[in-house]
């Protein structure tokens, strides 16, 4: 009895493991240890219709945001809604760091504060702050669970973000006015 083995032409090595594609590089002005982990949904924005080089341009944490709520900023902007223009980095990260129903909510809200002439609003990041506690109670993006600062109180909202800041004249922050637009 012979025993029955393929010829020795016939095994077949496994064939080695494809080396992992490496992480892509952050944008300038990203942490590479806060993108570490986190996905760039710059491929996926483009394909929901985000005009991603104008988009990208507005922080470098916008390619972090995920798609839907990038569109949204993008809607705001195209009728005539300015709010995606006012946001600084610091708001840019936070909402990088939220889930899309969250971010949703988050960006409708200040939305429509900004269209409403009655909520004279004077420092819109810290107003979006302030919704985001709202929508995500007990919970500050940007910071381990463990450091987490109270509303209002320094911290991640720091002086500029303190709920008595927002209320006033209508304006901005963020890196002024937008260079180019969403046109």
């Known amino acids: ?13 496994p064939a080695p493991a494809a080396a992992a594609a490496p992480a892509a ?4 002005g990203v942490p590479p240890e806060w993108a570490a982990g986190r996905k760039q949904y710059g491929l996926e924005q483009g394909q929901l219709g985000v005009r ?3 988009f990208h341009g507005l922080s470098p944490f916008a390619s972090f945001v995920h798609p839907s709520p990038a569109l949204k900023l993008q809607q705001l902007w195209d009728d005539g809604n300015e709010l995606v ?3 600084d980095d610091k708001v840019w990260q936070v909402l990088a760091e939220l889930p899309a129903p969250e971010a949703l909510a988050v960006i409708d809200d200040a939305g429509q504060a900004l269209l409403n002439p009655h909520a004279q609003i004077r420092n819109i990041n810290a107003y979006f702050m302030s919704v985001v ?8 993006p940007g910071l381990p669970q463990g450091q987490q600062a ?19 004249g209508r304006g901005g922050g963020g890196r002024g ?7």
């Open 150 to 168: 109270l509303p209002g109180r320094g911290g991640y909202t720091g002086s500029s973000y303190d709920s008595d800041e927002y209320l006033g």
């Open 133 to 140: 506690r709202k929508v995500v109670p007990g919970m500050l």
């Open 85 to 87: 223009s006012m946001l």
């Open 1 to 13: 009895l012979t025993p029955l083995l393929p010829p020795r032409n016939a095994l077949q090595m």
């Open 177 to 183: 006015g937008f260079r180019g637009g969403f046109r």
């Open 52 to 54: 991603t080089s104008e």
């Open 25 to 28: 590089v952050p944008p300038s």
